[in-house]
Antibody, heavy 115, light 111 residues
């Protein structure tokens, strides 16, 4: 069964760092594209970053230079390293992938950036 | 402002049919990139309703259907039920932004 389980969300001060994890099961992360999507409280969905099977990465302009998407093939896990966090980064962060063209999403983890 | 445009809200009585439009441009929907649709109830993760324009994952009732033409896509919900009251989002890929793009979301209200 395909599962994506996010973890690592927490309360962090502005300017701080946090690393989110997305543990995958039922498929191999290195063979598929993997993405992070976020949703600020009461707002819509916003794409954050994608890593492709070949290792190429893309980032939304709002996080470029601050966030890094990382894939650990040995752990079959996706990460999002978030630095220089701002209040506007407060959101539920979801990891997602596509298997045989069907999107799969995790349940999300909450990141709160506040002093 | 979202790259894909959806109406903020639609409503209908139980049993009626409602449609939600998703309008993009030549760099996303109009370029041939696939459109997916999600349903989201409050406090829960988005659930895939339609993938690749008009396909339903197993378990999604055939009351939900999707279509795509030109720079737009649509989600239709027939036989509206109380549990259909939720937020709905369309998603595609944009070649100019090199990433996924979403609609702003449509709140469906069952009267």
């Amino acid at each position: 069964e395909v599962q994506l389980v996010e973890s690592g969300g927490d309360l962090v001060q502005p300017g701080g760092s946090l690393r989110l994890s997305c543990a995958a099961s039922g498929f191999t992360v290195s063979s598929n594209y993997m993405a992070w999507v976020r949703q600020a409280p009461g707002k819509g969905l916003e794409w954050v970053s994608t890593i492709y099977s070949g290792g190429n990465t893309d980032y939304a302009d709002s996080v470029k230079g601050r966030f890094t998407i990382i894939r650990d093939n040995s752990r079959n896990t996706l990460y999002l390293q978030m630095n220089s966090l701002r209040g506007e980064d407060t959101a539920v962060y979801y990891c997602a992938t596509g298997l045989s063209e069907v999107p799969w999403w995790g349940q999300g983890t909450l990141v709160t950036v506040s002093s | 402002q979202s790259v894909l445009t959806q109406p903020p809200s639609v409503s209908g009585a139980p049993g009626q049919r409602v449609t939600i439009s998703c309008t993009g441009s030549s760099s996303n929907v109009g370029a041939g990139f696939d459109v997916h649709w999600y349903q989201q109830h409050p406090g829960t993760a988005p659930k895939v309703l339609i993938y690749v324009n008009n396909n339903r994952p197993s378990g999604v009732p055939d009351r939900f259907s999707g279509s795509k033409s030109g720079t737009s896509a649509s989600l239709a919900i027939s036989g509206l039920q109380a549990d259909d009251e939720a937020d709905y989002y369309c998603q595609s890929y944009d070649s100019s932004l090199h990433g996924w793009v979403f609609g702003g979301g449509t709140k469906v209200t069952v009267l």
